[in-house]
């Protein structure tokens, strides 16, 4: 009989632990839903071309690494078409940049790359101005910069000083 008890209370723990521990792993295995951290950047554009253009910038933000997370593996923030006269000076600020991404399962930093494209609707070649990947922090070095729009050899180019 006392076997018997030993043996009921040894099912019934077994039973209580394995319960506990199926609960704990179904808590685990759905992965939240993303909190992503995002900025603003501003800067300022000068034409100096001598034509009336307009210029679309692009900021796109990439995760290289997935692992089958929900985080997003590209986003882009874009100033719209900003027209600029002659001479003209503008500020331009655009929102809603992407730097990282957070699950309870995954974290990402976001790397950027800046594309600027400057035109006037066909006198003259589009500029082709790409920063190149930017890696944590290196964003800021853009905030605040000034560019020149300037036409060289019937082609646009985007200047950063």
Excluded at 83 to 88: P, Q, R
Aim: overall charge positive.
């Amino acid at each position: 009989m006392k076997r018997k008890n030993v043996s009921i209370i040894g099912a019934f723990v077994a039973l209580i632990g394995m319960v506990f521990f199926m609960s704990s792993c179904k808590g685990q295995a759905d992965e939240t839903e993303p909190v992503y951290k995002r900025t603003n950047m501003t800067f300022e554009l000068e034409n100096k071309s001598g034509v009336q253009c307009s210029v679309v910038v692009s900021i796109i933000a990439s995760n290289s690494i997935s692992n089958d997370s929900k985080l997003a593996k590209e986003d882009t923030a874009t100033s719209g078409v900003i027209s600029l006269n002659v001479g003209e000076k503008k500020t331009v600020t655009i929102n809603g940049i992407l730097l990282s991404g957070t699950t309870n399962k995954s974290s990402r930093d976001y790397i950027h790359l800046i594309k600027m494209v400057a035109s006037d609707g066909g006198a003259h070649f589009p500029s082709d101005y790409t920063s190149g990947w930017l890696q944590k922090g290196d964003l800021k070095t853009f905030d605040n910069a000034h560019f020149d729009i300037k036409i060289t050899s019937a082609k646009f180019d985007i200047i950063k000083h």
